[in-house]
Nanobody, 118 residues
């Protein structure tokens, strides 16, 4: 059984930092694109960052890399999202996802809530 479990979300003041974690079981993350998504209140879920099996990173939009950083440790089967200089618009539920386009396999975690507010 595949499980992705996110943690690290909490209430943080604007300008603060958070590091989200995602631990996978039942799959080897090195075989997947690992992504972080955000679902803001009343909005659709959107991609935030991705990291390939080889470690190539992408950010959506690209300039988000100035504040966010995605990383992983294949040995620990974990993915992280470091978020700095947080803004109220970063508020939302953050989801970890594993995606293998050739096979169509896709897995999701349950999400972790991040609230940026003073």
């Amino acid at each position: 059984q595949v499980q992705l479990v996110e943690s690290g979300g909490t209430l943080v003041q604007p300008g603060g930092s958070l590091k989200l974690s995602c631990v996978a079981s039942g799959i080897f993350i090195g075989d997947y694109f690992m992504l972080w998504y955000r679902q803001a209140p009343g909005k659709e879920r959107t991609r935030v960052a991705a990291i390939s099996g080889y470690g190539t990173t992408l950010y959506f939009p690209p300039d988000l890399k100035e504040r966010f950083s995605i990383s992983k440790d294949d040995g620990k089967n974990m993915v992280w999202l470091q978020m700095n200089n947080l803004e109220p618009d970063d508020t939302g539920v953050y989801y970890c996802s594993a995606n293998d386009p050739p096979s169509g396999r896709e897995y999701w975690g349950q999400g972790t809530q991040v609230t940026v507010s003073s």
